[in-house]
């Protein structure tokens, strides 16, 4: 999962930076697109391996991710807007930052005393 996290907050700073060189919608929807699907494919493999070990918190945090997914969803439509845009990413970023340093480590020992590195 860590490994993942990495590749999440790479993509964000990938899409940051793109905005900050006053990339247009046609370079910055794509970085969008990659960045929700490994999203959605990092939430899927948490949940799954969350439900595997059976961590009492799962249905809690699959709630936050489909929070998140919805909001990603309503961002897309601002692509536009460049400097909303930014606002919307650094957002995300914050999010990802946030639940990664809380949310997620809520289930770091619960999966290390079960054999799961």
Not at 7 to 12: G, I
């Amino acid at each position: 999962m860590d490994d993942q996290h990495g590749v999440l907050m790479d993509t964000v700073n990938e899409v940051l930076e793109a905005l900050a060189r006053g990339a247009g919608q046609s370079a910055v929807e794509p970085l969008l697109e990659r960045l929700v699907g490994l999203t959605r494919l990092h939430f899927l493999s948490e949940e799954r391996l969350l439900e595997r070990y059976g961590f009492p918190g799962v249905a809690a945090h699959a709630e936050e991710h489909r929070r998140l997914l919805n909001q990603i969803r309503q961002w897309q439509g601002l692509q536009g807007a460049g400097a909303e845009m930014r606002e919307v990413v650094e957002g995300l970023r914050e999010w990802f930052q946030t639940h990664t340093e809380g949310a997620d480590q809520e289930y770091g020992p619960w999966l290390r005393e079960r054999g799961v590195r």
